[in-house]
């Protein structure tokens, strides 16, 4: 599976920013779709997931009134809204999958390439 992420960029603080998910010539349907992120000299760190029933875990729950996870299936697409956005949210976001569940975020073997948030003024 090769996942793709994409909607970073450049996004002034207290912005927004819409993430997407694709998988190019693979349904994801039927499987839990993560998110992830890296930020310069950390370790990457989970923030949540969708499962193939649109059932959400949080990974990181101190961004969970910032985020709206959703998944669009007939665009073959899974979609990560931010809001409020801060200097500390500059990262490289990931998205990855291992099945339909989500699983602990070590569980996740499918990555795609990631796709850089800036947030500064």
């Known amino acids: 599976v090769q996942l793709q992420a994409s909607g970073g960029g450049l996004a002034q603080p207290g912005g927004s920013l819409r993430l997407s998910c694709t998988a190019p010539g693979f349904t994801l349907d039927y499987y839990a779709i993560g998110w992830f992120r890296q930020a310069p000299g950390k370790e990457r760190e989970g923030i949540l997931c969708?499962?193939?029933?649109?059932?959400?875990?949080y990974y990181a729950d101190s961004m969970k009134v910032r985020l709206t996870i959703s998944r669009d299936n007939a665009g073959n697409t899974v979609y990560l809204q931010m809001n409020s956005l801060t200097p500390e949210d500059t990262a490289v976001y990931y998205c990855a999958t291992a099945g339909p569940r989500c699983g602990n975020p070590s569980s996740f073997a499918f990555w795609g390439q990631g796709t850089l948030v800036t947030v500064s003024s």
């Open positions: 969708i499962d193939n029933l649109g059932g959400i875990r």
